[in-house]
């Protein structure tokens, strides 16, 4: 007789995924500037001054005004852009779509901490806004990080992270526009 064994185990939830629908959350749809649309789900989006479109966040965006919220995966259905069905990747935004953003509730998120700044539950949410390396581990610009740096990025008021990350790097927080 065989026995199948799973030696490992798969994410709770991928970057961008609405963790918790049955609590309250507000989403809403946004076009993407297409000189510079968001590429990540999962990241903070600002808006563009200009058109009122979502896009990344960039090197002028260093405080928790310019974030408008999260880009979440299509929601609540799925599309191609949502993980292949051997969940090898993470698909990407369709910059030609109308795209969800996150204004408050729970989301996944990539998190850039290394070993001994593990964000812990109620912990601070930073988002870089200068691309660094910190204690060996690349940042981009608009990435989530646990490590306080004022030069570098800024403190996400109304967030914070409800626990530990998993094997990927992934946690989950809790947000909500101030």
């Given at each position: 007789?065989?026995?199948?064994?799973?030696?490992?185990?798969?994410?709770?939830?991928?970057?961008?995924d609405l963790t918790r629908p049955n609590s309250p959350f507000e989403i809403t749809g946004k076009a993407a500037l297409s000189s510079n649309p968001p590429?990540?789900?999962?990241?903070?989006?600002a808006l563009d001054a200009t058109t009122g479109h979502i896009r990344p966040i960039i090197g002028?965006?260093?405080?928790?005004?310019?974030?408008?919220?999260?880009?979440?995966r299509v929601f609540p259905t799925q599309s191609t852009t949502y993980p292949n069905p051997d969940f090898t990747s993470q698909g990407s935004p369709n910059p030609n779509e109308v795209?969800?953003?996150l204004r408050q509730g729970y989301i996944a998120v990539k998190v850039y901490a290394s070993t001994g700044n593990a964000p812990v539950a109620n912990g601070a949410v930073y988002v870089q806004y200068v691309a660094d390396t910190i204690s060996g581990v690349a940042v981009p610009v608009g990435g989530i990080t646990t490590t306080s740096d004022s030069s570098k990025n800024f403190?996400?008021?109304g967030a914070e992270f409800t626990g530990g990350v998993d094997a990927n790097g992934y946690s989950e927080i809790r947000f909500r526009i101030v």
């Open positions: 007789m065989s026995y199948d064994v799973i030696l490992g185990r798969r994410s709770s939830a991928f970057p961008g590429t990540v789900f999962g990241n903070p989006v002028t965006d260093t405080t928790a005004a310019s974030v408008f919220g999260f880009l979440v795209l969800s953003v403190a996400l008021t």
